[in-house]
């Protein structure tokens, strides 16, 4: 009996125990505070973050380049025929302004009159050449028929190979003679069209030898800036030919001047590995070659692109986004900025874009978020903080 006591009280004693743990884990169950994902505590070294949105929308890029005013052809000024200098005009100056006809300077002609002359008597003497034996080939015909009426006269006899070569002397001569006179006419150098002298050093007295430049010239409307292009700023102005741009001088003081893209280089630069573009300007005649002048192209509208601040890129095309807790990086295609905004091509901003990454970002660095904004057209809008 006693053993049977002893028994159930161990019994009891079990039960007791398992009890009493039992009703201690049900009351720590019970007053444990309800949890999510969404509202757990961030870990302990989480760092605050603030994280933009960016909106997707359009984007119509404007290219700033530099350009310099040249002309599109330089003509050296080169005589046709030699001879001392007798007259240079004032149009014919570095920097003087002349109409297409003007007289640019004037060779010394007394040489080339005389040529003139030479060829003018040898055409008379070879003419009267030409007179005396037609005279001579008639009076041997007259001859011949008295004596040999059925026989035909001989060409030697008649003269017809010192005819001939009488009147190629003739012909000779006044060959001769237009070329004297060509020469002549090129002692006076007109210019070609009408245009600015770029430079010379021709003056009265000098001799020249045909050939020999003596100058060079531009054309009028001959005036277009070269702008040197990357391959990028490229991409961006798509294509870029028939494109309207403006032309800001230097100094700033003068309204823009409108231009448009007319050509663009067949092959980059071989020192500098740049493309060129060459713009043809309405008000050229305000420019000055080698001038050099700002600029700006609109490109190619651009329908798939979100502006980020330019403080959230931490290299020229890195920024990092917040994705689940953790800051992750994102390579970005950058296009152009827009104030203090980069345009990037869309891509995967996951719960958004961190405005200024901690100094010690690494990717699945932990994080939180404290404030939020929006991201679109140029502005930014704040949704809320904590």
């Known amino acids: 009996m006693t053993n049977l006591i002893k028994r159930f009280a161990g019994w009891f004693q079990l039960l007791f125990v ?21 509202y757990a505590a961030p870990a302990p070294d989480a760092i605050g973050v603030s994280v933009v949105e960016p909106v997707t929308t359009a984007y119509e890029p404007n290219v700033a380049l530099n350009g310099v005013v040249a002309a599109r052809t330089i003509t050296d000024v080169t005589p046709q025929v030699g001879g001392r200098i007798v007259d240079v005009s004032p149009s014919f100056r570095p920097g003087a302004e002349f109409a297409r006809g003007d007289v640019l300077f004037r060779i010394e002609p007394a040489d080339y009159e005389l040529a003139v002359e030479r060829t003018l008597a040898e055409i008379e003497a070879a003419r009267s050449e030409l007179a005396l034996l037609e005279a001579q080939s008639a009076a041997e015909k007259r001859v011949w028929d008295q004596q ?7 060409d030697l006899v008649a003269k017809v190979p010192q005819i001939a070569a009488a009147k190629a002397r003739i012909h ?13 006419n090129r002692t006076i150098v007109r210019a070609p069209f009408d245009g600015r002298v770029l430079e010379t050093r021709l003056d009265v007295g000098q001799v020249v030898n045909a050939g020999q430049a003596v100058g060079s010239i531009f054309s009028a409307d001959s005036r277009e800036i070269t702008v040197p292009v990357s391959s990028e700023e490229l991409a961006v102005l798509g294509d870029a030919v028939g494109r309207q741009a403006e032309v800001i001088r230097q100094d700033g003081l003068a309204a823009p001047i409108v231009a448009e893209v007319v050509r663009q280089a067949a092959r980059l630069d071989e020192s500098t590995r740049l493309g060129t573009l060459f713009l043809k300007v309405d008000e050229a005649e305000s420019l000055v070659i080698g001038e050099f002048v700002s600029v700006s192209i609109r490109g190619e509208t651009a329908r798939d692109v979100v502006r980020v601040p330019a403080a959230s890129m931490t290299s020229r095309d890195q ?29 995967d901003t996951a719960e958004g874009v961190v405005v200024i990454p901690p100094s010690n970002a690494r990717d699945g660095l932990p994080v939180r978020i404290q404030s939020e904004r929006r991201v679109a057209g140029g502005a930014i809008l704040t949704l809320g903080a904590e």
Do not use: M, T, Y
């Not at 000779?172 to 060509?182: I, Q, T």
């Not at 920024?319 to 891509?347: H, K, M, Q, S, T």
């Open 18 to 38: 398992v009890v009493v743990v039992g009703g201690a884990i049900f009351l720590s169950a019970s007053l444990r505070p309800e949890s999510s994902s969404r």
């Open 172 to 184: 000779s001569g006044e060959a001769a003679r237009d070329a004297a006179e060509l020469s002549l």
């Open 148 to 154: 040999f009426a059925d026989r035909k006269i001989p």
């Open 319 to 347: 920024v990092w986004v917040v994705d689940d807790g953790a800051i992750r990086e994102r390579r970005v295609n950058v296009i152009g900025n827009d104030g203090a905004l980069a345009v990037v091509r869309n891509f």
